[in-house]
């Protein structure tokens, strides 16, 4: 059988997948799995758990290249109706997907999507499509397996001293980002080593909080993906917003502690349970803004420097 898996957009959600990666694998160990992916995050998968990785710019390429493979069914991760349309275009027999948003009539296998199921964990969300296709183990939190040229060049550039991981960026929105001048309070005041990261839209903010850190190393925008996994993986500590590489490091091993904003607690966490989230339960959060629609981002502004060295200290004593 050949099994393609839709793969989600965004590097978070790409990493909360991973666990139902391996459970289809566990389910299905003669089968030929697939990733159909945004170009951007084909490395991500490589990484993983997949036999071949279909990686795509655009949509209509997306469709003849899904086509072209001859897949028996399709699991379909992402909610969106452009995900269906791809796969219905590429005349898969058997699609798997959520209904809703206008697009069940493409799917064969159109499973419900009830409110509780929107409100757990999204590694829950993703796995539980596999019942569609027998019944899956327990989800395992993600795993990466990181590549020897990876490591190298992460080890070139960082040696054998002890690290913390500095993330001040959030691509999703500035909402979602705590200050970066409470960052770099933070980092001084744990009198560590501190490599910040970020992705290419974030060089400019990374270079800002490195320069203010005495012996910071800025890799912000100076990674590929796989390199940022491995640079992630020789910290002791990573300290984040709620983004991507929070996620990153939650499938490379490395304790978290992220500050969580606007964003949702119970969601879109780390999966595994080496993570601290530094929060406050307001009464507007989490709104999921991309900006704080009452202008003054009362739930960031409540998370002091001192919260989060709190927190950062548990894991490094």
Known sequence: MKILVKAPNWLGDAVMSLPALQALREMQPDARLGVLTRRALADLYRAAIADEILPYDGALSAVKIAREGRWDAALILPRSFASALMIFGA?????????GEGRSFMLTDAIPRARSLLRTHRVHYYHHLLKALGEPPAPKPPRLRLPPEAVAWALDRMGDAEWIGINPGATYGKAKQWYPERFIET??????????????AEADLGARVAGEIEGALNLAGRTDLLQLAAVIARCRLFITNDTGPMHVADAVGTPIVAVFGPTDPVTTPPFGERHTLVRRDLECSPCLKRECPLGHHECMKRIGVDDVVRACERWLT
């Open 91 to 99: 005349r898969i027999p058997r699609r798997i997907g959520y209904r």
């Open 187 to 200: 980092a001084r005041r744990l009198k560590r080593r501190a490599v910040v990261v970020g992705g290419p």
